[in-house]
């Protein structure tokens, strides 16, 4: 397959040049196909998850069952308050306010933790939403620090079938929530099935006019 090819020449190229590099995963199918081609290469990479404490009972079992069988280097990125202390002070934010909800639970500690990294893979491709169609393999992340670091999206340009191909031929189990209708797949209260098939995102914030949570925004983090 010509885009595994590709893939691994783009990870070993981009890690060739970095110092500190780190993979941020939210174990979707594309996620693991990265993770996967990551560890071959570099089997001590810092994988970083967001754990905002809204996730589906399925992510954390499926998470700690791949950790498991693949022996990776989990950082478990938390933020500053718990979901109980968020919901105490500020209600659902889910419900009323999911751009600070996302700022508070994903981009603060995701972008506080890159601080440390010169080297940010992503499992992105360009046919996950209408927000992803001119990504780039290499890009440029501009924190709100000021610091830059190197962005690399080796799928950008894989689709969802050639993913689950990967996955089969290597034998890597997927996220069961795929089963259930689940094309993309966040925070429980913000994930629903597609509302559009032709568009795996339209699940996600459904009717809030969101599709992104602010974590990437393709050269303009920050």
Not at 51 to 79: C, S, W
Not at 151 to 170: G, H, M, R
Request: with cysteine; glycine share 6%.
């Amino acid at each position: 397959m010509d885009k595994v090819k590709t893939a691994r020449s783009l990870i070993q190229e981009a890690l060739a040049q970095s110092q500190n590099p780190c993979f941020t995963c939210s174990f979707q199918a594309e996620d693991v196909v990265v993770l996967h081609l990551l560890l071959k290469e570099r089997p001590e990479i810092p994988v970083l998850f967001l754990d905002t404490g809204y996730h589906f009972p399925e992510v954390y079992a499926y998470r700690d069952e791949l950790q498991k069988r693949l022996g990776f280097r989990l950082v478990n990125l938390t933020p500053a308050l718990s979901r109980e202390e968020q919901e105490r002070l500020y209600g659902k934010l889910y419900e009323t306010d999911p751009h600070r909800c996302c700022g508070m639970r994903k981009v603060e500690p995701l972008f506080q933790a890159l601080r440390a990294y010169d080297t940010w893979f992503t499992g992105l491709r360009r046919e996950q939403s209408p927000t992803r169609k001119d990504l780039k393999p290499v890009e440029e992340a501009l924190l709100p620090t000021g610091e830059r670091l190197q962005k690399v999206s080796p799928l950008y340009d894989w689709t969802l079938k050639e993913v689950f191909a990967y996955l089969a031929v290597e034998d890597l189990p997927y996220l069961p929530l795929y089963d259930q209708g689940y094309l993309s797949i966040g925070c429980a209260p913000c994930t629903a099935k597609p509302l559009d098939p032709s568009d795996p995102r339209s699940g996600r914030w459904a009717g809030k006019g969101k599709l992104e949570c602010g974590i990437h925004l393709h050269g303009k983090e920050g």
